[in-house]
């Protein structure tokens, strides 16, 4: 089973609108942490957000939060007032680390294009 | 504050060759991760180093090593290359282990076998 999954493998939103990309995941550990990476074509994998376990209150990074809802096991990225430099491909990310093998498992993405 | 820096950027070798990639992580933080991309197969896992340790191996065959020095930097080698080894690797730097610990990567090495 996967264990991170997302839906939308491609999503066309228009400039300076709000984006959901959205992401699923599943665990049986308690601690764990939930990344979101943006890769432009360059191919650098660039941090956005981040979501540890144990944290109560959602992520929030300037245009970037982090929808946490821990009982569906949902962890959907909202990106405020899109800009065209959004254009790029989104992970979304687990690491999971209680057996201590704390790989960071990734979603097959979601290549989001903003039109102008 | 330097973010994580791999070398070379971009690589071609030829089939059967070997070659060394390097990751320096973050100043202060002791793991290092390894992760080769490609399209057909995603980001997959390679191994994890933790204090010159190899604490975690994803599966790939024994052609992939790495090691990781006291200064926290890191090498992964390929032995034998294979076209199928052409992938972006990238190596995600995190101060410590763990599943609530921080990742942040590097800009990636492309290697293309010919």
């Known amino acids: 089973a996967q264990k991170i999954t997302q839906t939308q493998p491609g999503m066309f939103v228009q400039e300076k609108e709000a984006v959901t990309l959205d992401c699923t995941y599943d665990t049986s550990d308690q601690s764990y942490g939930l990344f979101w990476y943006k890769q432009p074509s360059s191919g650098e994998m660039i941090f956005l957000i981040y979501q540890g376990s144990y944290d109560e209150q959602n992520a929030t990074e300037g245009r970037y939060s982090l929808n946490f809802q821990k009982a569906r096991k949902s962890a959907n990225l909202v990106i405020s007032a899109s800009q065209l430099g959004d254009s790029a491909m989104y992970f979304c990310a687990m690491r999971e680390g209680q057996r201590g093998d704390d790989k960071i498992i990734f979603g097959k993405g979601t290549r989001l294009h903003i039109l102008p | 504050k330097a973010g994580v820096t791999q070398t070379p950027r971009y690589l071609i070798k030829t089939r059967g060759q070997q070659v060394t990639l390097s990751c320096s992580p973050i100043s202060g933080h002791r793991s290092v991760s390894w992760y080769q991309q490609t399209p057909g197969q995603g980001l997959q896992f390679l191994f994890e180093y933790f204090s010159e340790t190899q604490r975690n191996k994803g599966n790939f065959p024994g052609r992939f090593s790495g090691r990781q020095f006291s200064n926290s930097r890191s090498e992964m080698n390929v032995s034998t290359l294979e076209l199928g080894d052409s992938a972006l690797y990238l190596c995600?730097?995190?101060?410590?282990?763990?599943?609530?610990?921080?990742?942040?990567f590097g800009q990636g090495t492309r290697l293309t076998v010919v």
């Open positions: 995600a730097s995190s101060l410590t282990t763990g599943g609530n610990t921080e990742a942040f």
